[in-house]
């Protein structure tokens, strides 16, 4: 039995009548660290020792606004499903994202909180998560930096329940309205209630980041 599997007989019990009442953990103390406090470990060793946990990658896209005032007003070279003339969707790579939960759907990515573009997909409300594949490197890179038209010559149609961009050539792709936003450090976590989604059917590789580099 897979983990998809054990974890939807665990819900099928616990809905159950033979299951016994649940007791709620207690909550535990949180406090924040004070400014004067100086961090256990070092930005850098941090960096070092957390890049030894390979990721996939991710897109994250949203529909454009014609009253977002970021939107750059530019026309957009793509087949089919582009967005109205006067806006520009928004989307950005993303390698923190993970399944949240089975029931009900929900999936999470974190954003720093000084991006430009977690703005733009927070005022849509929706966004779609685009798995990427082995051979979609320089498509990462294209979305990892900050200022430029990342979907020039990108090819895309939309997401069928948010409109958001499905980029072309993905291993997966995650539709999803906005559920909630925590804080985390210098991050948010963004949860994102899955509303459709759909994979490929060939078999390609996923696209790795491992120690700063693709896999």
Not at 54 to 68: F, L, M, Q
């Amino acid at each position: 039995m897979g983990h998809a599997e054990m974890a939807a007989a665990a819900v099928r019990y616990l809905r159950s009548a033979d299951a016994p009442p649940v007791q709620a953990l207690p909550r535990p103390a949180l406090r924040c660290v004070g400014e004067d406090e100086r961090a256990p470990v070092g930005q850098a060793d941090f960096r070092r020792v957390l890049g030894n946990f390979a990721t996939g990658v991710a897109v994250v896209t949203a529909p454009g606004s014609t009253d977002d005032p970021q939107a750059p007003v530019v026309p957009t070279a793509t087949p089919a499903a582009a967005p109205a003339p006067g806006s520009a969707p928004a989307g950005f790579a993303c390698q923190s994202f993970s399944a949240l939960s089975l029931d009900p759907p929900l999936v999470a990515f974190m954003v720093g909180r000084t991006s430009t573009t977690w703005p733009r997909i927070a005022r849509a409300g929706v966004f779609c998560v685009n798995v990427l594949s082995a051979g979609q490197g320089e498509l990462c890179r294209a979305f990892a930096v900050s200022g430029a038209d990342k979907f020039a010559g990108v090819t895309y149609d939309a997401a069928p329940v948010s409109g958001s961009p499905r980029l072309a050539g993905t291993l997966a792709w995650i539709d999803c309205t906005i559920h909630a936003v925590h804080t985390g450090g210098d991050h948010l976590i963004v949860v994102g209630r899955v509303d459709a989604l759909g994979a490929s059917d060939g078999d390609e590789a996923p696209l790795l980041f491992h120690k700063g580099r693709f896999l």
